[in-house]
Every structure is written in structure tokens, then in C-alpha cells.
């Protein structure tokens, strides 16, 4: 049975949903746990069942109490819990108040009311917004993507009699913090432990689980599809096929254009020229064109490096004479990002450097077919074979990242894919005509 409340459809729970929904109970073989871990595939409904049985449990068993509900960020948690929670919640006997300058929902049932804070774990300073509280339970959203020392913190401040933990996440690599301090310890925690799978998700149709299907290969595929705790070893971009990514014309009618840099003096400095069209899983990408120069190469016997000054020339002969083309730069070039800024281009963007994001971008483009390269972007292309996951690194420090050699172009090309695809502002500008060659 579905029920329409409030924009938000209801549709038979799975099994595992259930689990999630009544562990709590005092007649469930779980109630005495201290707490609940929901982790698996993508889209597999973790997180609207964990935040409709926490609000749940919350206005089961408390009354004037503090409760905290987690995520990166704030903008995020609205997005992916609270907006479903305030829908479901239209449709049952609740109340559902919220100060957005607080960052405060106040929710009332039978003369009862509770509040529920928001806070974002991004980075390690935001353990100290937290501190000073006291929590009668927590719920962290893709916990994974926090810093141990928040999720620490944040815990420890539940120390209202009662009080219980939930977490959920998508999985990151075997040796990641929660994995090996809060997963691989969960009965010793006296923690319930579910495993989702994307069919745990009655909403999906067939269609839309093959579409995902296709949309994944390699370590991708065995986290977001499987919900494997998996090492990211060997070649990052091994679904990489030059007859489908490699292209002698442009192969659509471009929408916009923009320049992705990876920034180096002594190491590599990477300019590529992109074209794109369409947005979400309908986006492509063009590169034409790229700019590589080393401070390692010799000029007459000596290392040539080039300054900021330098490099801009480069770059305003790579764009044509054109300084409105939009640049997405490696963040950390501070002193290029001034340089070009000073230099008169107009449209200079730190890039965001989520880096399993954007080869998570990278690679369901590339599988797809809808990025391709120039048989003209030579460094480019021979790099992709080479550029590797550094497996020592994760399994010292549990985070996944690119082995930091012969990695320029592919930084670059991260840049460039995920801005565009993920994180540019919704006025994109469009193609004039003058940047195509």
C-alpha cells in the first residue's frame, strides 16, 4: 500500500527497513543495545528508515530532551534527511517546527516535545561545535565522511540515561576509521549491525537498478552496488577504452565551455580545454586541448621552471587572448589563483578537491561513454594507464587517493569533471563560439 502525505510516498518497507524501524522496541531481541549501524549500497533506503525510526524512538522514550542529528554539512543534511523526515512526518500525528538560524527542529507528539539540533562534521574543528551539549541520542548521516575526533565527540556528549547511537554510510576503503574501530567492533559496542543492499530499496524499479548497474566499475561498483568495504588498488581508470573515449571531433553541440589546471612549478603544470553539454546523468565532456609544462625538463642542461607570471602568459595564449573563459584551478595554487585574478581573467574558481568524488565522476563518464578525449591531448592520454591508487597510504591511513606520480593530467581532468558535473553554480556560461578550434 502507498500513501501520499505531504508529497512524500510510503511504500512497503523491506525487511531491513523493518529491522531499522523497530530494533528499538522493547519486545525486539535488539532493545538492549546501545546503539545501530546501517551501512551498504547506495540508494538501498538506509537512510530514510534510520531517520524515521530515530525520530521514533526519540518521542517514544523521551520528553524535553536534546537530540543531535549529524551530516558534513549542514546544507547536506537539510537535503538528503531533513526535507524526507519533514514530509513523513506530514503524514503521521507530529509537529514539526524549525529555526534555520538555530539550526533547531522542535518536534511535538502527545505532549511531548523534543529538539533536535543539526551539525555538520566536515573537518576536524567541528568537534568543538559540538562540545558542551547533552545529547539523549545522535544520529550520524554518511558517517564515513566525518572525522573521527567529531563522531568521537559527538558521542560522548550522549550521556542522558537511555541514550543511543545510530550511523549509517555508504563504504569507504577496509582500513577507514569506522570500519575498523566502530563495524569490526559492533558487538563489542553492543551495537546492531544491518547490511543494505541496493534491492533492500522496494522503490527501485528494474530499470533504475540496471541504470546504476552501468553506471559502475571496479571499486566503485563493489561499494556503491555491493556495499563492500573494498581496497582501491591497481589502475584507477581501468574502464578506460580508446575506442569510446577517444574522439577526433567534438562529439556533441556544446553548451559551455572551461579550463581545468593542476598547478606546479618544479612538478608538472596542466591546462585542459573542455567542452561540455547537459547536466546530471546526462553530461559529457569533450577534452581538445591541453597544456603540459614540467620544471623538471632541461633547458640547455638546467631545470626550467616558470613563475606565476610566466604561466599566465601561457594561459591567455591557451585561451586565444580570451579571459572569460571559466578557470577551475587546483585549490591549492593560492599565488596562480591571485596572479590570474590580477592579470584581468574573470572567471577564476578554486576547484573542489573531493578526490574519490571526482574519479567516482570520472569513472562513471568514462564507462559510460560520456567523456572522451583528443587523440591531440598526448600527455593525457598516456598518463590514464598509469595513474594508480597508492595502497601503502591506504593502508596506513585508511583514505583512498592517487598515487602521487604521473598524476598531473588525470588531477586536472578530476577538476575539471566534478565542478562542472557536481559543484558549479547553476548560471553556467555558454559557449560563444571563440574558444572552439
Sequence with gaps: MRKNTGGFRFQRFSPKQMKILGWWLENSPYADCDGVIADGAIRSGKTISMSLSFVMWAMEKFSGA???????????????????LEQMLAGLPYSFAEKRTENLITISLGGKENYFYLFGGKDEAARDLIQGITLAGALFDEVA?????????????????????????????????????????????????????????????????????????????????????????????????????????????????FIAVDYGTFNPCVFLHFFACGSGDDI???????????????????????????????????????KDIPIIIDPSASSFITRLRHDGFTNVLPAK?????????????????????????????????????????????????????????????????????????????????????
Design 284 to 322: 559529457r565532456h569533450f577534452i581538445d586541448r591541453e597544456y603540459f609544462h614540467s620544471g623538471r625538463e632541461n633547458r640547455e642542461g638546467a631545470a626550467f621552471q616558470k613563475d606565476d607570471g610566466q604561466y599566465a602568459e601561457d594561459m591567455l595564449a591557451f585561451t586565444g587572448g580570451r
Design 66 to 84: 536534546n537530540f543531535a542529528i549529524c551530516g558534513k554539512t549542514v546544507t547536506s543534511l537539510r537535503r538528503n534527511v531533513i526535507a524526507p
Design 145 to 257: 565522511l566525518m572525522p573521527e575526533s567529531f563522531v568521537n565527540q559527538a558521542t560522548a556528549r550522549c550521556s542522558v540515561e537511555g541514550a543511543k547511537w545510530w550511523f549509517n554510510c555508504n563504504p569507504e576503503g577496509p582500513y577507514h576509521w569506522f570500519k575498523t574501530e566502530w563495524i569490526d567492533r559492533a558487538e563489542e559496542r553492543r551495537l546492531l549491525y544491518v547490511h543494505f543492499l541496493m534491492t533492500d530499496n522496494k522503490t527501485l524499479s528494474s530499470r533504475t537498478l540496471e541504470r546504476y548497474r552501468n553506471m559502475y566499475t571496479g571499486v566503485f561498483a563493489r561499494r556503491f552496488l555491493l556495499g563492500e568495504w573494498s581496497v582501491a588498488d591497481g589502475v584507477i581508470y581501468s574502464m578506460f577504452d580508446r575506442e569510446k573515449n577517444v574522439r577526433d571531433d567534438l562529439p556533441f553541440t556544446p553548451e559551455r565551455e
Design 353 to 437: 578537491n573531493a578526490v574519490a568524488k571526482g574519479i567516482s565522476a570520472v569513472s562513471s563518464e568514462l564507462v559510460q561513454g560520456r567523456l572522451s578525449i583528443s587523440p591531440e591531448c598526448a600527455q593525457t592520454l598516456a598518463e590514464i594507464p598509469s595513474y594508480v591508487w597508492d595502497s601503502k597510504h591506504a593502508a596506513s591511513c585508511g583514505e583512498d587517493r592517487p598515487l602521487k606520480e604521473n598524476d598531473h593530467c588525470c588531477d586536472a581532468m578530476r577538476y575539471g569533471v566534478y565542478y562542472d558535473a557536481v559543484c558549479h553554480p547553476a548560471g553556467r556560461p555558454s559557449v560563444t563560439g571563440k574558444g572552439i578550434r
